[in-house]
């Protein structure tokens, strides 16, 4: 079983960026695909990118898409989420999820595995 542990989140400006990080423990992380969520105060927990485990595929919400880009590297158990432009309506909790599935899904059900979370805050 992997635990992941998110990172990186702060206050930051529109216009900023800010990179997250999610390590994860366990020795079967390579062959896991991962996914970042964001929930804000009275929504739901949405997606907002994905990377699968095979040739680390990605995936974007439309929302962030061109401004968001996620990776990984499985030597460090570590995936990342670079944000760039940040706008005010960023602002959330990011969580970083985990599932034992060759491709990323957008839905939050189809994880088993998630992180505490990291609060990002973007003032305007």
């Known amino acids: 079983q992997v635990q992941l542990i998110e990172s990186g989140g702060g206050l930051v400006q529109a216009g900023d960026s800010l990179t997250l990080s999610c390590e994860a423990s366990g020795r079967t992380f390579s062959s896991y695909t991962m996914g970042w969520f964001r929930q804000s105060p009275g929504k739901e927990r949405e997606f907002v990118a994905g990377i699968s485990w095979i040739a680390g595929r990605p995936g974007y919400a439309d929302s962030v898409k061109g401004r968001f880009t996620v990776s990984r590297d499985d030597a460090k158990s570590t995936v990342y989420l670079q944000m760039n432009s940040l706008k005010p309506e960023d602002t959330a909790v990011y969580y970083c999820?985990?599932?034992?599935?060759?491709?990323?899904?957008?839905?939050?059900?189809?994880?088993?595995?998630w992180g505490q979370g990291t609060q990002v805050t973007v003032s305007s």
């Open positions: 999820a985990g599932r034992r599935s060759s491709n990323w899904s957008r839905l939050r059900s189809e994880y088993g595995t």
